[in-house]
């Protein structure tokens, strides 16, 4: 059957027709068709599509937005020429038709199975070219520009499927006596899957059979090492039997390959030639021990996590079930293995073992396994004189002994896991539990269950105070409880200080210490009690860290960042690489010290700090660093924001700024490619956005007014797409007080202007005259001509919504005027749409679309200044009777509006072409699509378009037009739009007639 249209996923997502590619509009329209072909020919829910697409962070218009993006599918595919309809609507959601359509995954599975049927009847050699034609199908990592959970998953399973097919690959050549060749194409993949026996044990062969048997061998001693070091389990059978064939002598001429076992489960620790315990090993007398601390009092909540380790006991296999508590210093790691190890000792009749290794104690130092041991092994009734002097002996005898016993066994305050592997045993019947402050990845790559530990909920810090303190006394504050839980950060160990010291004085109230604490210079200060400091504590971890991480770990202090760290900001505070800033914020993750959050919507990993550990972090910094280095620490990230920001504004094709702007001085790092802009600078402005907020008040209290209104300025463009009016305010009124405070005129006339903007684009139209006014004033007292221009086009843009056509035709016609004196092109081509409006307002059709032609000319290339021509061109087209010109324009604008994710260009974009698909007749799809730009418009709060639709729908002629009619009305009068007002009026009133 004939290919109308062709995909790649083993690689790079690539799409053609005709072996022409075919251009995807952004990573959010990959993802989806990434999620339909992983799925080829079955229905993929919207619910599965989103999670492909956002993961967890999903926009409140999920099935609009997926709607959407379908829609630039089929366009695309469409206008490549694909002569097929691929992408199949259905009831539950959407599936890919596999007719006509190739897909390189299921020519895969096609031939790999016609390889093995060959392989089967002994065809090597047929069996080894179809193998080699699977291998080149991939292109490199399976979609590895996207990192969403549910391809991800599917991702790592279609990487294992490849290396499984090199095996058989490497199998089938070694049978048609060609090892040099399996040599040459195994050794690097070996190299990069270091763990991968079966790989490793093809290699091995290949050598052997290319007479390079010590090379073999030494193959085998590095694949040992990698998986004692990083997994603490010998090579498997398979790989074992390989080495021991080697080891026999040089295979014969005519040899075929020897079968590879498949290696059984992994043996923890030790060594595969231990033998049985020596005959004079001495006396072994059978103890149960009983080592448990006594349970924790007033343990509260941890459920989930008492679930997951309740796993443990249904594990199966031939390793002994271990998990793994990690987190923050004072998270509760310690109280939660006891109470679960007390809740299931009577599971383990042969007793339990525990030792606290001193990972992390202040006045000695950590624990040695041997000295661990000799305990264990006196505990389990071993003679002193018994006890072998080596680790290693150690260890084998303690594993002999448990060696058919049931014993669990705690090991909490672990340093690392080559500190754990030797305390481990080796059999089924025993339990692990561990505690640490890090992850001890080694540990978890070996099959051990990780229980992250985070701090207490608010439900949960407020039922151990009452634990600790009595109900009455927690019931009669319940608001000043959960805010002292809130200034505990959920610390167990905070909030078991806190509670010390209320119980101790009965006279204080909750909302007493609630107060003391509330101070943050002096909150660490108070959460000290009888030995028990969280500040010592967090030293601990603070005190092991490498000298560029503790600067990084104060550094990070300094800032005000809400919406957490990405590795940009590291860069820019220890003035490095944005890479080197990733490496230390994963240090800072392994030390505890800092939480990550995953990958934010640009894809940047982000990072945050437990509230305490923050504050210890900022007192570190001010006690060791003077206050002019953190001041122009402080500065060198502020101004990488802004850099970066502007940077995002210039990838959006918006390269003049909504706000004039001043000199203040931007950082960039030197690989700011790295800072994760160029895919969606949008959404890396959506990722910043908290820390915009935060970082504009900073810049105000460290004085710096022109740096705190360029940062103010610097998000406007996301501000207007996704109608953040509420950030706007306050960052444009906080660096007008700054600047006010500073006598600093520029920067005044330019917030007055971004207040002026805001207001108009929530349709406040007296308020934005009157501060458009005001700044207008300002910048004709500055001489500041351009910023004059700019001013001017916003004026007459109010003047236009309020009805004075006139007024706000000449007002623009000066703004262009003032925009060709000073050569900016931008401007001009963006006044020159606004101006076509107004000639528009006024039935002067053909000449707007002459300013709406020459403004299409002159745009340098900003989709956001192309999708409103674009719209305002289709509203002329309307006007004039051309529809399917309407439409096309239409279309076009909003798959720009759609890639810029910019709801408010999409709710006016879909207005238009409602308008349109209504005059055609069409009132079904008119309805659907009014009914789209409506719930935009309300959701981004733009009331004049919110009107606009109302208006339109009033026209459906069904019988709620009237009721829209009348909304449409007063929505008009609630923003002042006189002249759309009486539109509305005389509107119902012929509906009434």
Not at 154 to 168: P, S, T, W, Y
Not at 879 to 907: F, M, P, S, T
């Amino acid at each position: 059957m004939t290919a109308h249209i062709e995909f790649r996923v083993l690689g790079p997502l690539a799409v053609g027709v005709r072996d022409r590619p075919v251009r995807l509009r952004g990573l959010r329209q990959r993802s989806l068709l990434a999620a339909l072909l992983l799925d080829a020919g079955r229905v993929v829910s919207v619910d599965r599509l989103a999670a492909a697409v956002w993961g967890e962070h999903l926009p409140d218009s999920v099935r609009t937005q997926i709607s959407i993006h379908v829609h630039g599918l089929r366009k695309a595919f469409k206008d490549a020429g694909c002569g097929v309809q691929v992408i199949v609507t259905e009831q539950a959601g959407y599936r890919l038709h596999t007719d006509g359509v190739w897909l390189d995954t299921r020519e895969a599975e096609e031939l790999a199975a016609e390889a093995r049927k060959a392989a089967a009847a002994g065809l090597s050699e047929q069996a080894a070219a179809m193998l080699a034609r699977v291998l080149g199908l991939w292109r490199g990592p399976v979609l590895a520009e996207i990192d969403t959970t549910e391809i991800a998953t599917v991702a790592r399973g279609l990487e294992d499927a490849r290396l499984g097919i090199a095996e058989e690959w490497a199998e089938a050549e070694l049978a048609c006596g060609r090892p040099r060749e399996v040599v040459a194409q195994l050794a690097g993949l070996v190299e990069d899957h270091p763990l991968r026996e079966g790989l490793r044990a093809q290699l091995m062969l290949a050598l052997w059979h290319s007479e390079r048997q010590a090379d073999a061998l030494e193959s085998y001693q590095r694949g040992r090492r990698h998986l004692l070091e990083e997994l603490g389990v010998e090579p498997g059978r398979g790989l074992r039997e390989v080495q021991q064939a080697i080891l026999a002598g040089p295979p014969a001429c005519d040899a075929m390959q020897p079968e590879v076992p498949t290696p059984p489960a992994p043996r923890l620790g030790g060594n595969a030639d231990d033998g049985p315990l020596p005959a004079d090993a001495g006396p072994v007398v059978t103890v149960r021990p009983a080592q448990l601390p006594p349970p924790v009092s007033a343990f509260v909540g941890r459920t989930s996590q008492i679930r997951t380790l309740d796993r443990i006991l249904r594990q199966d296999g031939r390793c002994p079930p271990m998990g793994v508590i990690s987190g923050v210093a004072g998270a509760g790691k310690t109280a939660l293995a006891l109470q679960w190890a007390h809740l299931v000792a009577d599971r383990y009749p042969d007793g339990q073992l525990f030792a606290n290794l001193r990972g992390y104690d202040p006045d000695r130092e950590s624990a040695q396994p041997a000295a661990v041991l000799e305990r264990f092994l006196r505990a389990l009734g071993v003679d002193g004189t018994a006890i072998p002097a080596g680790a290693e002996e150690r260890t084998a005898l303690f594993r002999s002994i448990l060696d058919g016993r049931q014993v669990l066994v705690v090991l909490d305050n672990a340093e690392s896991a080559a500190q754990v592997r030797p305390l481990l045993p080796a059999t089924p019947g025993c339990c692990v539990i561990v505690t640490s402050r890090r992850r001890l990845e080694g540990l978890l790559m070996g099959g051990a269950l990780a229980v992250p530990v985070e701090v207490l909920t608010e439900q949960d810090s407020a039922e151990l105070l009452a634990r600790v303190l009595g109900a009455e006394r927690v019931a009669a504050e319940p608001e000043t409880v959960a805010e002292l839980a809130a200034l505990c950060d959920g610390s167990p160990l905070a909030l078991r200080i806190a509670a010390a010291k209320l119980a101790m004085r009965p006279q204080w109230s909750v909302g007493e210490m609630a107060e003391r604490l509330a101070d943050e210079r002096s909150r660490l200060d108070q959460l000290s009690r009888g030995g028990l400091e969280v500040r010592a504590s967090i030293g601990l971890s603070y005190r092991e860290l490498s000298a560029r991480a503790a600067l990084a770990f104060r550094r990070l202090g300094l800032m005000d960042a809400p919406g957490g760290y990405a590795p940009w900001l590291m860069a820019a505070l220890l003035d490095t690489t944005v890479h080197d800033g990733e490496r230390l914020l994963e240090e800072l993750v392994d030390a505890q010290l800092l939480q990550p959050l995953g990958r934010d919507e640009a894809g940047q990993p982000r990072y945050r700090f437990h509230d305490l550990i923050r504050l210890y972090a900022r007192e570190q910094a001010e006690t060791v660093e003077p206050p002019d280095a953190r001041t122009a620490v402080l500065s060198r990230a502020l101004g990488a924001l802004l850099g970066l920001a502007e940077q995002a504004r210039d990838l959006l094709h918006s390269r003049y700024p909504m706000v004039p702007r001043g000199d203040s001085p931007r950082w960039l790092p030197e690989d700011a490619s790295q800072a994760a802009l160029t895919d969606d600078p949008l959404a890396w402005l959506e990722s910043e956005r908290l820390n915009l907020v935060s970082a504009v008040t900073q810049s105000a209290q460290l004085r710096l007014a022109d740096l705190c209104r360029d940062l103010a300025a610097s998000f406007v463009h996301m501000f207007v797409s996704r109608a953040y009016f509420d950030d706007w305010r306050t960052v444009a009124t906080r660096a007008l007080e700054a600047c006010r405070a500073a006598s600093h005129l520029p920067g005044q006339a330019a917030m007055l202007f971004s207040l002026g903007s805001l207001a108009l684009s929530q349709r406040r139209l007296t308020q934005a005259a009157d501060l458009l006014e005001t700044a207008l004033e300002l910048f004709q007292r500055l001489a500041d001509v351009p910023s004059q221009a700019i001013v001017l086009r916003h004026l007459g843009t109010v003047h236009l919504f309020q009805g004075d056509l006139d007024r706000g035709r000449e007002e623009l016609e000066q703004a262009l005027a003032l925009f060709e004196q000073v050569g900016d092109i931008t401007a001009l081509a963006h006044g020159l749409g606004f101006l076509s409006h107004a000639h528009m307002l006024q039935d002067r059709l053909e000449e707007a679309a002459r300013l709406l032609h020459r403004a299409l000319t002159l745009n340098p290339g900003s989709k956001r200044t192309e999708a409103q021509l674009l719209k305002r061109l289709a509203e002329v087209y309307r006007r004039q009777g051309r529809h399917a010109d309407a439409i096309r324009k239409c279309e076009g604008a909003l798959a720009h509006a759609v890639d810029l994710n910019d709801l408010v260009g999409q709710a006016y974009v879909l207005h238009a072409l409602g308008e349109t698909q209504l005059d055609l007749g069409e009132i079904v799809e008119a309805g659907s699509t009014l009914h789209q730009a409506l719930h935009l418009a309300r959701r981004v709060g733009d009331r004049l378009i919110e009107g606009r639709v109302l208006l339109a729908l009033g026209h459906l002629g069904s019988d709620r037009s009237t009721f829209h009619l009348q909304q449409a009305a007063e929505t008009f009068a609630a923003i002042g739009a006189a002249g759309w007002h009486d539109k509305a009026m005389r509107a119902a009133a012929r509906v009434s007639a």
